[in-house]
């Protein structure tokens, strides 16, 4: 683990940790609070790093004191309920010999109904001696070239039962990703497709939406599926920004070229044709979101929210547009099934009892879904 002024939740991850971990190494790159004396109650491996922007180089650092078999990489702000915690512990003594990558499932809560789940490599054996690779956003490659040329992969394991949760409680530094990848622009360090989707993503946290819809055109232009389909949705959200909608339809029905629809893709295009007055093919499309069962794979980010909760509430709002009211209240159940707590399906539902003025109709069910 790296670290840097991690006090609000370092102790919350160590506990999670010391029931399973074999050893703890924790990589601090500059902390000015108590982290560090936190870090030294759980382990008496805490080793310094001066910070270079390069968080693949704090990594390797920390992977080099490893010594056990496997090394299981987590940051600060993750967090693993109990259950977990004893399913990796048992995983230590069922995992098959050859297994050289272990997958589990990282969920991390974030607003706007963009929860993501994604499958990653959560733990590697050591003796592969496999590097981090770029400066932020960074990552294992599970991929090798062989002596013959050949490019292999790495066995692995999912294990989709264990879930790491990433909660952050305090963002120590809002501008760090966004300034590591402009550091590498103005050195001129070359980028990757990947890079470009990273940074089409931060680009467009940071509101920046006509600058993200250009770095999507270089992931476009790269041909590369995984990050086409990565970089995909921060485009099509910046794009819907700007009000560009015709342009948001232009680059998703493009990018099926090479990606394969999700329930995200599905609702973004009924948005699209929504928002153009072509209503027909926007139910369409939400019902096409609808046929999909939620199943993580490996590096794709999955929106859980895309799957019943979000066409649900669209196809909701349709039909209470064009007066079919039965189906209008059905789905806005459906999706309150889901969401219980949900303000805009309650909203709804007083619309649909008749509780409100017909004069609020436009304003509930266009509310926050």
């Known amino acids: 683990m790296i670290v840097k002024d991690e006090e609000p939740v370092l102790a919350r991850c160590l506990n999670c940790v010391k029931s399973f971990a074999d050893e703890i190494i924790i990589v601090d790159t500059g902390s000015t609070d108590d982290t560090k004396n936190i870090a030294l109650e759980f382990t008496d491996q805490v080793y310094d790093f001066e910070w270079c922007d390069d968080f693949a180089a704090a990594r390797n650092y920390s992977y080099s004191w490893a010594g056990c078999d496997y090394i299981m990489w987590l940051d600060a702000d993750d967090f693993i309920e109990a259950e977990d915690c004893e399913r990796i512990a048992a995983l230590k003594h069922s995992l098959a010999s050859d297994i050289d990558v272990v997958y589990m499932l990282h969920r991390a809560a974030q607003a706007d109904n963009h929860e993501t789940v994604v499958l990653r490599d959560s733990m590697i054996r050591r003796s592969l001696g496999a590097k981090w690779m770029y400066p932020v956003h960074e990552g294992i490659p599970v991929s090798f070239v062989a002596a013959d040329g050949v490019i292999g992969k790495y066995s692995s394991y999912a294990a989709k039962d264990i879930t790491i949760w990433h909660k952050k409680e305090v963002v120590n530094d809002p501008l760090r990703n966004i300034r590591i990848f402009e550091k590498m622009l103005t050195n001129g360090t070359p980028f990757t497709a990947f890079n470009y989707s990273y940074y089409c993503r931060e680009l467009y946290v940071h509101q920046r939406y006509e600058e993200s819809y250009e770095a999507y055109l270089k992931v476009k232009a790269s041909a590369v599926p995984s990050d086409i389909a990565h970089a995909l949705p921060f485009c099509l959200w910046s794009l819907q920004k700007l009000e560009r909608w015709p342009d948001a339809l232009k680059e998703l029905s493009e990018a099926f070229a090479w990606i394969v629809p999700n329930p ?97 109709k436009e304003e509930l069910i266009d509310g926050a879904s």
């Open 264 to 360: 995200l893709f599905c609702c973004e295009m009924g948005n699209c044709f929504n928002r153009l007055g072509m209503e027909n093919q926007a139910e369409f499309w939400y019902m096409q979101a609808l046929s999909f069962t939620l199943d993580p794979a490996d590096y794709n980010l999955v929106f859980p929210a895309y799957y019943e909760y979000i066409p649900c509430q669209k196809l909701s709002k349709l039909y209470a547009r064009a007066g079919h009211i039965e189906k209008a209240v059905e789905y806005n159940e459906r999706a309150a099934a889901v969401r219980p707590d949900s303000v805009s399906t309650a909203l709804n539902r007083l619309y649909f009892a008749g509780l409100v003025r017909d004069e609020e």
